[in-house]
């Protein structure tokens, strides 16, 4: 389904925050605002308990929530524990189904240690293989109590040694949750599916312009351009709200 985006919404775009896998990049102008706040409101991480889930099961269905069950049935289904992630499912379609928590963010994010932040998404094997794991290595650091420096510092490190593994092509994940509380100005958004392309100018797609259905954000920690495409429902079918 094709949304016409208002200008509005458009500039929009460069405020999402990449979450994914991704999914949170902020633009500098939102970090730089917050940055200049006297007192940030997630200045450390919170006790690990606040990043867990009640449950397992709670947390095999928020993760399956953010793609259509069509998909997300057959996808393997990773949770977060106090150890970090685990396959909870196996799965049969190369689909990976995770929540991401606020580490996902660029680590100069004001809220990269936000415990409110959950974010679904359901990666396709060429996201899972490749670009999950940037994710994964910041969550182990994480863990290991590691500051936002030391998590950049090795995380560029291992891109430049290519000990990551790069990018793939056609590597995309959905985000359509309804449940999704992607950062405290964003909350749910809206439902969107996310393409995954390394060093692509955003203007070779289109995004951001007047209309356009396809918003982009790049991520240069990640070495990612993050291009978004909003849909018209959520992963339950429900309608999602219109385009402003």
């Not at 409101?41 to 709670?58: C, F, G, H, R």
Request: glycine share 4%.
């Amino acid at each position: 389904m094709r949304i016409g985006l208002s200008n509005k919404w458009n500039s929009l775009a460069t405020g999402i925050a990449h979450i994914a896998l991704l999914a949170f990049v902020s633009a500098a102008a939102c970090v730089q605002a917050h940055a200049q706040e006297q007192k940030p409101l997630y200045p450390a991480m919170a006790a690990i308990e606040k990043y867990l889930s009640p449950d397992e099961q709670s947390e095999i269905a928020l993760a399956r929530s953010a793609a259509p069950a069509s998909i997300s049935g057959d996808a393997e289904v990773m949770v977060f524990g106090r150890d970090g992630y685990a396959t909870a499912v196996k799965g049969s379609n190369g689909f990976v189904c995770i929540v991401e928590r606020s580490w996902a963010v660029a680590t100069v994010h004001p809220e990269f240690w936000n415990p409110n932040i959950r974010s679904p998404n359901c990666f396709n094997a060429a996201a899972a293989r490749t670009f999950l794991s940037i994710y994964l290595m910041k969550t182990r650091l994480v863990l290991a109590g590691k500051s936002r420096p030391e998590i950049l510092a090795a995380t560029t490190s291992a891109l430049d040694k290519k000990d990551l593994p790069e990018l793939e092509p056609a590597a995309m994940c959905y985000m359509m949750s309804k449940q999704q509380y992607l950062n405290d100005d964003a909350h749910s958004w809206h439902p969107h599916v996310m393409f995954l392309v390394p060093s692509v100018a955003a203007k070779s797609w289109g995004a951001n312009l007047t209309d356009s259905p396809v918003l982009a954000a790049s991520d240069p920690e990640e070495r990612v351009t993050i291009f978004m495409i909003p849909v018209g429902n959520w992963s339950d079918g429900s309608l999602a709200p219109h385009s402003p």
